[in-house]
């Protein structure tokens, strides 16, 4: 069965600085995707980043990058420049394995605060 | 539309009622995910649809959950004779196809059982 494992249940982070959560997983596969999941008050889920395993560059999107280990099976998130709104829970999820990779596993989440 | 909703945005009923969840995706997106939040918990799959077909029904907790989709857009989710336990955030997604295409989240619905 695949894991995805967040070590981090919460974290805190100053306005302005930067923020990295933990993510590790378990899988056979060779090539797959990676997600981060953001999830603020309002309940919903947003994507934040994803990063496919066959590639070498770790992916960004505007303050949000990634730094993908794939041989120690770690994907972390860090956060740069830190604002109020980014406040939310952050989950990492991870496809699963051949025929039903339509699935996604989540990790139990990392409850980030943005202190102003 | 603009995203997938959901309705009701929270409902409240008695031990032993029957409720329905529904969940409009985003046109065109082919398949869409049930999945369960509990308290303080990740997400938990329930099911997944291809068009109106469930080829994955493996993560509903018992067989008072059945969900069906029809016209290929529009799903509903069923709980019949609710229990405490089922109180949760019920979440809805959908995503072109399947495999590794991002998953396009509801608000979900509120579920508490008194």
């Known amino acids: 069965a695949q894991t995805v494992t967040q070590s981090q249940p919460e974290m805190s982070v100053q306005e302005a600085e930067t923020v990295t959560l933990s993510c590790t997983y378990d899988?056979?596969?060779?090539?797959?995707?990676l997600f981060w999941y953001k999830q603020p008050p309002s309940r919903q889920m947003i994507l934040v980043i994803r990063?496919?395993?066959?590639?070498?560059q770790n992916a960004t999107e505007n303050r949000f990058s990634v730094n993908f280990q794939k041989a120690a099976k770690s994907f972390s998130l860090k956060i740069s420049d830190s604002q109020l709104g980014d406040a939310a829970m952050y989950f990492c999820?991870?496809?699963?394995?051949?025929?039903?990779?339509?699935?996604?596993?989540f990790g139990k989440g990392t409850l980030l605060t943005v202190n102003p | 539309g603009a995203g997938v909703s959901q309705s009701p945005s929270n409902k409240v009923t008695e031990k032993g009622k029957d409720v329905e969840l529904r969940c409009d995706p985003i046109?065109?997106?082919?398949?869409l995910y049930w999945y369960r939040q509990s308290l303080g918990q990740g997400l938990e799959f329930l099911i997944y649809?291809?068009?109106?077909?469930?080829?994955?029904k493996s993560g509903l907790p018992s067989d008072r959950f059945s969900a069906e989709r029809t016209g290929g857009s529009v799903s509903t989710l069923t709980i019949q004779r609710t229990q405490q336990e089922d109180s949760a955030v019920y979440l809805c997604?959908?995503?072109?196809?399947?495999?590794?295409?991002?998953?396009?989240f509801g608000p979900g619905t509120r579920l508490t059982v008194l």
């Open positions: 899988t056979s596969e060779s090539d797959y995707y």
């Open positions: 990063q496919e395993a066959y590639k070498q």
């Open positions: 997604a959908s995503s072109l196809k399947g495999a590794y295409n991002e998953q396009f």
């Open positions: 046109s065109g997106h082919t398949a």
């Open positions: 649809f291809q068009g109106n077909s469930a080829p994955d």
């Open positions: 999820a991870f496809p699963n394995s051949g025929g039903s990779n339509y699935k996604l596993t």
